[in-house]
């Protein structure tokens, strides 16, 4: 272990202990007696630290990895800060999984934790989605809850999504102080594992009525659910949590022609069907796509392992089944929603809609249209839920999203909720197949209207310590030798949202921007393009977006408009995006 800092020999050093047990003091040995440097420094250079989407990381023994005792130590931690947060309360939180290998268990011993500390916990029966979690943290009146999940990420990856009191995923300033709860944590001695069964209640198949019908109150247009229940619709878990109750939602909104890919049904947390279980790839969707070619489907539905975001197709003008991506489907639901609610009368003064920075304009757009505030969040649909909760009982949330295939509509939960999502899908198709429309007929039509937006992502994955520190050095880069044209389009606006000011580069005049601080850097061109440079909060990634936008005259011109923007990205990107 000569090149290991000392840092990471001592965390190595504890972990074969007698604090933990045989099996894991034998596999961390056997990485050190197979002189396994790169493993051991990548299990143990650093402690699993809450990100966007809560803990994530690759299973495994190590003080990065999750195992039984970096979910034992923020199970015990989350504890200890709740109870100083609420002292003299009978603390209640919830607990839920997905289907990724040793989410049962993991679960079980989030329970077992809990319930040690006296705290008591409504345990879930059996898999079921994250907006599940989030709307029982609610429904049961509890101060946190805690999701067993790693989203989308590959089979190797699980994770630890925690909750407040208000059904969102913990923000500042809970999330740090938790941390601080986990890092004052010396011993695996002081994390209670003794299951207390008198402090956990199970949480049945019944609850996913409750859940359903709340969401079916929510319903816009039930009438052209009606007309069009036979509706073909196509739907495939991708091995997840969503067989359990996107079925039931569907069902129970009164749609009848319900398609599951049955080679994707069954809940398994190896994903064998597919590379990645994420519905924003081709590969996770091609099955699903497949299925509504042979039976010709007005709609194709794809959710992640726990079912908190959901992919679509749809039929092109060719006849194709084309994905859409995360800023279509979000566009397309807030149009949706704005639209009928303004014909109904029911469009108020105090409604908002919400999108993150690096989701498309295009939903600010309509909003503006309609006569709707919208928000603007960091990325990461805690952060809009956690306007939500800030505007609860002063403003009204009709709709809100990220281009990460991450949507809610109405308030019911605090994340974002496939679920939901594929009911409103589903009734948007229905009540624009009753107008003669598609959905992505009605997409051109928004183009034409409010401006052809085109945008792509590119992900560059750079794994373990030496990942970390080359992408930390990307960003310095980018800020000490800022671009000052991207695709030959001269670069008018910097916002650096870590130093969270706003640069004006023609002017030189800078502004503040009122958000937490986060590493992202945005680059906005004289063009109105807008691209931007975050390392993922959830995986070994730094991500490079881009958005430009371009006057669609006509339906008639969408495809030349598309191939010119087309190359403008390309362009864009190769001059932003390096490694």
Request: glycine content about 8%; charged content about 25%; hydrophobic content about 35%.
């Amino acid at each position: 272990m000569s090149t290991l800092d000392q840092e990471t020999k001592g965390r190595i050093d504890q972990w074969l202990s007698a604090e933990y047990d045989a099996e894991t003091v034998a596999k961390v040995q056997q990485m050190i007696d197979k002189k396994e440097e790169t493993e051991l420094l990548d299990s143990f250079y650093k402690e699993l630290e809450f990100g966007t989407g809560g803990l994530r990381g690759i299973m495994g023994v190590g003080s990065n990895r999750i195992n039984k005792y970096t979910i034992g130590k923020a199970t015990q931690g989350l504890a200890n800060y709740l109870k100083k947060q609420f002292p003299n309360q009978q603390i209640k939180v919830a607990v839920s999984y997905d289907s990724r290998n040793n989410s049962q268990i993991l679960g079980h011993l989030v329970a077992d934790v809990f319930s040690a500390n006296d705290i008591h916990v409504f345990l879930f029966e059996q898999l079921r989605p994250t907006p599940m979690l989030s709307f029982a943290v609610r429904h049961f009146k509890c101060q946190s809850g805690v999701m067993l999940t790693a989203s989308h990420n590959p089979k190797e990856y699980n994770g630890y999504k925690a909750y407040w009191n208000d059904g969102g995923q913990l923000v500042a300033p809970h999330d740090e102080n938790v941390i601080t709860e986990v890092n004052a944590i010396a011993s695996v001695k002081d994390i209670k594992f003794e299951r207390n069964s008198d402090n956990i209640t199970i949480v049945g198949a019944d609850f996913d009525d409750i859940y359903v019908q709340a969401n079916k109150r929510l319903s816009i247009h039930p009438e052209a659910v009606e007309a069009q229940k036979d509706l073909k619709i196509v739907f495939s878990p991708i091995h997840g949590t969503g067989i359990t109750v996107v079925p039931k939602m569907l069902e129970a909104w009164g749609f009848t022609n319900v398609s599951v890919v049955d080679e994707q049904a069954k809940p398994d947390g190896n994903f064998p069907t597919v590379i990645y279980p994420n519905p924003e790839e081709e590969d996770a969707m091609s099955m699903a796509k497949k299925r509504g070619e042979e039976l010709e489907a007005d709609v194709v539905m794809a959710t992640d392992p726990d079912a908190d975001r959901v992919g679509v197709a749809v039929r092109n003008n060719k006849g194709e089944y084309q994905l859409l991506n995360g800023n279509q489907i979000g566009s397309l639901l807030t149009y949706y929603v704005l639209s009928s609610k303004k014909d109904k009368s029911e469009l108020k003064d105090n409604d908002y809609i919400v999108k993150t920075i690096v989701t498309t304009n295009l939903i600010s757009d309509i909003g503006t249209d309609f006569g709707v505030k919208y928000y603007d969040t960091l990325t990461g649909f805690k952060y809009i839920g956690e306007v939500m909760t800030r505007e609860l009982g002063k403003e009204n949330y009709l709709v809100g999203g990220e281009e990460s295939y991450g949507f809610l509509v109405g308030d019911l939960v605090r994340d974002k909720d496939a679920v939901n999502s594929c009911a409103f899908i589903a009734e948007m198709t229905a009540y624009f197949k009753t107008q003669g429309k598609s959905l992505y007929e009605v997409l051109v039509e928004l183009y034409v209207n409010y401006g052809f937006y085109k945008e792509k992502l590119i992900s560059l994955t750079k794994k373990g310590k030496a990942g970390a520190d080359e992408i930390k050095q990307m960003m310095v880069d980018l800020r000490v030798d800022a671009p000052k044209t991207l695709g030959g389009v001269a670069v008018k606006e910097i916002r650096d949202y870590e130093n969270q000011v706003a640069t004006n580069l023609i002017s030189g005049n800078t502004s503040a921007i009122d958000l937490p601080k986060s590493d992202v850097l945005q680059f906005i061109t004289v063009d109105g393009d807008v691209i931007s440079a975050r390392p993922s909060g959830t995986e070994p990634k730094i991500k490079f977006y881009c958005s430009v936008k371009e006057t669609l005259i006509d339906a008639s011109n969408f495809e030349a408009t598309s191939a010119k923007l087309e190359q403008k990205v390309e362009n864009i990107m190769a001059d932003i995006v390096k490694g």
